[in-house]
């Protein structure tokens, strides 16, 4: 049975990986455990898992901010998924299975189905579904365990960087599939590696953006003012 706390942090998971709540905001206590319908402490209890994620800042004794993706996070980021998304795909080529082509298979449709639309936030949710099937397709535990833990950043990645090609994902993803399907473990590495890498340059100089007008979560837990977005209207994001 889900807890509290975990629905809690889902849903709190959600609404920051989809920019619901954007880089910079102050978080609210009273109101978030109003609007999610539970008590402060399994609420506190999501919200330190989010700290774990990287995902929000908390500053003792003031307050909860919407963490910046800053560049040595970046950086750091794409060091650690080169690594492990090149070896997750060899394993993948090795130990492949039909259930799990067919689950890679799924996502790059999903992809596609969003690109036809414009969906940006369902383009970057069925390419990060590409990237966990391809984890579970390594049928390798600890590494699932170290990639989990990279999931709500990399996604959160992808929607703030909106200006990478979604065409050009969705067909490296494919080329990364075909290479995968044909049990090619080295090739696949290599275009694991490659399709990772090449979003490098341009998430780094984003990230730097993004830094210089990032908010300092100790000033923004000062105010009480709380962000808030019409609805239908386009979370703000960092400086693009």
Known sequence: MTSLRDCAYAELRRRIV???YPPGQRLFERDLATELSVSRIPLREALQQLRT?????????QGVVVAHFTAGD??????VRESLESLAARLAADRADAAGLAGLRASMAAARAALAVGDDP?????NARF???????????????MMRSLDARTQWLFNLTRRRDP???CDEHRGLY??????AAERAAALAFAH???GRAESMALAAEWSAGAVDPVEATRSRRRVTEPAGSTPAVPPA
């Open 178 to 183: 075909e290479a995968i399907a044909a049990g």
């Open 53 to 61: 994620d990287g995902l929000v800042v908390c500053v003792p004794r």
């Open 167 to 169: 065409v050009r994902q």
């Open 122 to 126: 369902g383009i970057a949710a069925a």
């Open 131 to 145: 990237h966990r099937e391809l984890v579970a397709l390594a049928a390798n535990p600890l590494l699932s365990a």
């Open 74 to 79: 970046v950086r750091d980021l794409f060091d």
């Open 18 to 20: 989809d920019l619901v």
């Open 196 to 198: 990772v890498a090449s």
